[in-house]
């Protein structure tokens, strides 16, 4: 996958996550749930863009990490949606399904950067 290819992803998916929440019920926990999952989802994106304008190896794993980061937290608030019967499970398992495969994509570029690092010093 290109930069450019995750880069239209991660937007996608904040999009998703987006419509979700205009979508999400007016309660005590609907709104807490959608303020944090919108905060979260729209991270992804935000600081992977921030990650591919990195000025070195070690920004690059810094954002990398956060990227990872905010995509789990994404997986937390769209599990808590499921298990509060918020929405269905089926309703949210495409969503579930990418914030973890948007995790598993930044974990391993982050080992990646990490390796190729150690490579570059030896």
């Avoid at 729209?42 to 990195?54: E, H, I, Q």
């Avoid at 070690?58 to 808590?80: D, P, Q, R, Y």
Wanted: positive net charge.
């Amino acid at each position: 996958m290109t930069t450019d290819e995750l880069k239209a992803r991660t937007k996608r998916f904040a999009l998703r996550v987006m419509t979700l929440v205009e979508a999400s019920p007016n309660t005590v926990r609907g709104r807490v749930i959608a303020n944090q999952i919108m905060r979260s989802a729209t991270s992804v994106g935000a600081n992977y863009r921030a990650a591919c304008r990195a000025r070195s190896r070690a920004e690059f794993i810094s954002k990398i990490g956060v990227v990872e980061e905010e995509a789990n937290e994404t997986a937390f608030w769209l599990e808590l949606i499921i298990e509060s019967k918020i929405r269905r499970a089926k309703q949210i398992a495409p969503l579930s399904d990418e914030a973890n495969e948007l995790v598993a994509i930044t974990a391993a570029s982050r080992k990646s950067a990490i390796a190729n690092r150690r490579l570059a010093i030896h």
